[in-house]
Nanobody
Framework: QVQLVESGGGLVQAGGSLRLSCAAS????????MAWFRQAPGKGREFVAT????????YYADSVKGRFTISRDNAKNTVYLQMDSLTPEDTAVYYCAAESTGWATRMVGPYDYWGQGTQVTVSS
């Protein structure tokens, strides 16, 4: 069982930056692929970024490529999402997710564990 707790959301002006953190419980964090998804009002959950269990590879949605960076610190059981050049279209609840087989996928279904989400609001 893994518990995920996100933090770092808030209100920021367009062009600004935020850094989200997701702290995981348990001793097997380094065996999980981790990802960030987001959900805007009235829309489905959308893939943002994923990172392999070692942190050696990361993959991004086209909409955030070049602006967002996912990283992880296995010693701290934490995954991060650095978000730069934010736009109002980035406004959503951001969720951290863990995939227990180490598959760093863009699909929602394979992820076994989810955090409660953190709100990011970008004003124009």
């Amino acid at each position: 069982q893994v518990q995920l707790v996100e933090s770092g959301g808030g209100l920021v002006q367009a062009g600004g930056s935020l850094r989200l953190s997701c702290a995981a419980s348990g001793r097997t964090f380094s065996t999980y692929a981790m990802a960030w998804f987001r959900q805007a009002p009235g829309k489905g959950r959308e893939f943002v970024a994923t990172i392999t269990k070692s942190g050696g590879s990361a993959y991004y949605a086209d909409s955030v490529k070049g602006r967002f960076t996912i990283s992880r610190d296995n010693a701290k059981n934490t995954v991060y999402l650095q978000m730069d050049s934010l736009t109002p279209e980035d406004t959503a609840v951001y969720y951290c997710a863990a995939e227990s087989t180490g598959w760093a996928t863009r699909m929602v279904g394979p992820y076994d564990y989810w955090g409660q989400g953190t709100q990011v609001t970008v004003s124009s």
